[in-house]
């Protein structure tokens, strides 16, 4: 099977990128020589690179990478549409700074329109030929367990993985007919090998009630060495939704699965790239911090800060300091979980808290060793005993530091009941087996992606499926954007500034610094 995925996408991306620069310069320039000369100049691969490089990102933010919107022509216009308009600026204030690597004006005002035809064309042309070159992959269900039907159910929410399910396949073969999702039961287990080969199934996903003497090993082991791929249904769910399911997961599955293992030395840069990536926010953060700090008091006084007793590695206890997003005292009658249209809220604390800017001060906490920038969420002490109760393996969440944003918190909403909450621990555990810097950062430019477009989270594949995010860029973010942005230009101006009032005091006069200009 090929299907098209987002590094498909990246990689017609940096095609079309690389061919409308030459476009543009060709279109330029007009004479052969010309253009020879200026390819053959000073910097070309790096100001070609430095173009790739912020329209990827451009276009990343722009949720252009996001799959199922892939066929969505509207999305896809209005995204390349704001791509562009933010890579063209980024370009414009690297030029005014570096003109070393400036493409030329003429060349980068042509550049531009024609990247984006050719972007938007190559998407159109993948949409319609959808350029699955084999057809659709065939899907078997050997088992009619609940983690089967649940893996069924997330196929069908997913037209993008290019899969077909054929059917199920029953414990006993009394049931064959009987619809389960869509489709039903069309044999039983025991003609796994002879419905996969009238069927030509790629693909067998395990999902047994009772496995005890009830799987065919002989026949699948024979059907795994002809090619035909064999999964478990909790694997197949991990790997499709990026969460763990934890309905009738065994003790066993976890130990026995690859991952969790995390050494010392990745401790160790983890928490080097903690540090370091705080401070980096702690300065770039400066003014929506004083912003928000300054609305939150506007609105309903002191004190701005927020701190809570939150549950943290190995369940040991610490402050948490936040914005205040509630009203004060608005816990008298003792802790209560957030709701999703909760009235203790404030009007400032809403937006704060949908483009995360409560969170901010949680650096702090970073700084101090407490949390990491990435893990799971710290509960509250009252909240973790009731979770731990209810919900199996939920202590295990905090074998790691926790974090300030997660892969819980970029692929989830807030978690506001027990079954939210064991959604999220799904999400958690997912990110625990694979901990990575890599998975790290992912996460941290997820985050960004939150915070500019305030991003919402809705299930697509009913109450335990994997969150449809709806894209909303806001005025509110556009105005954090250009908050943050003036902010900055303010202190690159002052900064400046300061830089030629130094040297005409050390010129001595106003004249010998003219003159020296």
């Not at 699965?257 to 953060?285: C, N, P, Q, T, W």
């Amino acid at each position: 099977m090929i299907s098209i995925g987002a590094h498909f996408l990246l990689l017609f991306d940096v095609f079309s990128v690389v061919l409308g620069l030459l476009a543009a310069i060709s279109l330029r320039l007009v004479h052969r020589d010309a253009i020879v000369y200026y390819l053959n100049g000073p910097h070309i691969v790096a100001r070609f690179v430095l173009v790739i490089i912020v329209f990827g990102v451009a276009l990343y933010y722009s949720d252009l990478y996001h799959l199922p919107n892939f066929n969505k022509r509207l999305e896809t216009f209005m995204g390349l549409l704001q791509a562009l308009g933010a890579a063209c600026l980024v370009l414009a204030i690297i030029y005014y700074f570096s003109d070393g690597i400036s493409l030329g004006r003429g060349i980068a005002v042509m550049s531009g329109p024609t990247i984006f035809v050719l972007m938007l064309g190559s998407r159109v042309a993948l949409s319609k030929a959808n350029l699955f070159l084999y057809g659709p992959e065939r899907v078997l269900v050997v088992g009619t367990g609940a983690t089967g039907i649940s893996a069924v159910r997330e196929i069908l929410a997913r037209p993008e993985l290019n899969l077909k399910v054929e059917g199920f396949l029953d414990e006993s073969g009394e049931n064959i007919g009987k619809s389960l999702v869509n489709p039903g039961i069309i044999g039983a287990v025991q003609e796994v090998d002879s419905i996969t080969l009238g069927r030509r199934i790629d693909h067998i996903i395990i999902s047994l009630k009772e496995r005890r003497g009830k799987m065919p090993v002989a026949q699948l082991l024979q059907l795994k060495f002809t090619g035909v791929g064999v999964e478990d249904a909790h694997s197949f769910i991990e790997r499709v939704t990026g969460r763990i399911h934890l309905h009738q997961l065994s003790p066993s599955w976890l130990i026995l699965s690859d991952g969790f293992r995390k050494s010392e030395f990745l401790y160790a840069m983890k928490h080097a790239l903690d540090l370091i990536v705080a401070l980096v926010a702690l300065v770039l953060s400066l003014p929506l911090m004083l912003l928000t700090a300054a609305a939150v008091w506007l609105e309903s006084g002191g004190p701005v800060l927020f701190r809570q007793e939150r549950t943290g590695l190995r369940g040991r206890t610490f402050n948490i300091l936040k914005f205040r997003s509630m009203y004060q005292n608005a816990e008298e009658a003792g802790p209560v979980w957030a709701a999703h249209d909760d009235d203790r809220i404030t009007r400032v604390g809403r937006i704060i808290r949908k483009f995360r800017l409560d969170e901010l001060p949680q650096i702090f906490n970073v700084l101090r060793g407490e949390m990491s920038l990435v893990g799971p969420r710290p509960e509250r002490p009252h909240f973790y005993k009731l979770l731990a109760r209810d919900i199996p393996y939920f202590p295990l969440r905090y074998s790691v530091r926790p974090g300030i944003t997660g892969w819980a918190q970029v692929k989830y909403q807030y978690g506001a009941t027990l079954e939210e909450s064991k959604t999220k621990l799904e999400y958690d555990f997912f990110y625990i087996k694979h901990m990575s810097l890599v998975l790290d950062l992912a996460i941290l430019f997820e985050t960004a992606k939150v915070m500019i477009h305030g991003t919402v989270s809705i299930s697509s594949a009913g109450d335990h499926g994997e969150p449809r995010r709806e894209k909303k860029t806001t005025l509110a973010g556009v105005l954090l954007i250009s908050i943050w942005v003036a902010g900055y230009a303010v202190v690159l101006v002052a900064f400046q500034f300061a830089k030629v009032l130094d040297r005409i005091l050390t010129r001595g006069s106003v004249n010998s610094y003219v003159s020296n200009r």
